[in-house]
């Protein structure tokens, strides 16, 4: 589920002491009591197999909510999310990571972490770079200037160049984007389906 929807609608002003690095966070956590009231998808048992807990969260608290992270709300029915997702009004996207602690870096990532009006424009300015004919004239010649760092320097939303930290932003961004979803995808893939053709159940349908 993409982080963006785990919103956090308000600081509970919670310190956690656990807040040292990413790892003291994965490896010192109190256990859950109430997945309900107290979710923690770093927590053992969501790792190793959260379905039983999103089907348990949907028939008893459709959306949950953690003290941990800063506070978080969970929704776990797909019309719930997609209910979030669409009112861009009432639930902003500036903040995305779920963590115990704020960013080292407070610098946003456009579009992920833009709403309306402004999301439309960061988008836009990426979707020339993206488009399938501009991907093959960047594999036949790839002259200096012709980079998407150079691309981003030189675009013009109403008239205006980009800042640095939108640039900046933005690359990270598709950086992350680009690295995380297709290497675990994949990886996923490579892992799961050897397993699942040994059970004989042959290739999974698209059912
Ligand atoms: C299997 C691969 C991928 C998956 C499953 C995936 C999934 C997603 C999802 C679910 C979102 C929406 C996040 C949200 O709003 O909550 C998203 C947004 C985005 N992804 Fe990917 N992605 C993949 C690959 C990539 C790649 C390769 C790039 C670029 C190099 C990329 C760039 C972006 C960007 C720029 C956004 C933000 C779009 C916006 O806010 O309008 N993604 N992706």
Redesign the pocket.
């Known amino acids: 589920m993409?982080?963006?929807?785990l919103l956090r609608r308000r600081s509970l002003g919670r310190k956690s002491s656990l807040n040292a690095c990413w790892g003291a966070e994965l490896s010192i956590r109190p256990p859950v009591e109430d997945w309900a009231t107290d979710f923690d998808h770093l927590d053992q048992r969501w790792i190793e197999d959260p379905f039983p807990i999103w089907a348990e969260l949907r028939s008893s608290c459709p959306v949950a909510h953690t003290n941990r992270f800063q506070g978080v709300y969970l929704p776990t029915r797909y019309k719930d999310i997609r209910e979030v997702?669409h009112d861009t009004q009432a639930f902003s996207?500036r903040r995305?990571q779920v963590r115990a602690t704020p960013p080292p870096i407070k610098s946003p990532a456009p579009?992920?972490t833009?709403d309306p009006p402004h999301?439309r424009l960061a988008?836009i300015v990426?979707l020339p770079p993206?488009a399938p004919a501009a991907i093959v004239v960047q594999r036949r010649r790839c002259a200096p200037s012709e980079d998407l760092i150079s691309y981003l320097v030189a675009a013009r939303v109403d008239g205006q160049p980009l800042t640095d930290n939108h640039i900046l932003g933005t690359l990270r961004?598709?950086l992350i984007?680009?690295i995380d979803?297709?290497g675990v995808?994949s990886g996923l893939a490579y892992g799961i389906l050897p397993r699942h053709l040994k059970t004989g159940a042959g290739w999974p349908s698209r059912q």
Do not use: D, K, Q, Y
């Not at 993409?2 to 929807?5: A, E, I, L, T």
């Open positions: 993409g982080m963006r929807r997702a996207s995305l579009p992920i833009s999301h988008r990426l993206f961004l598709l984007a680009g979803t297709t995808g």
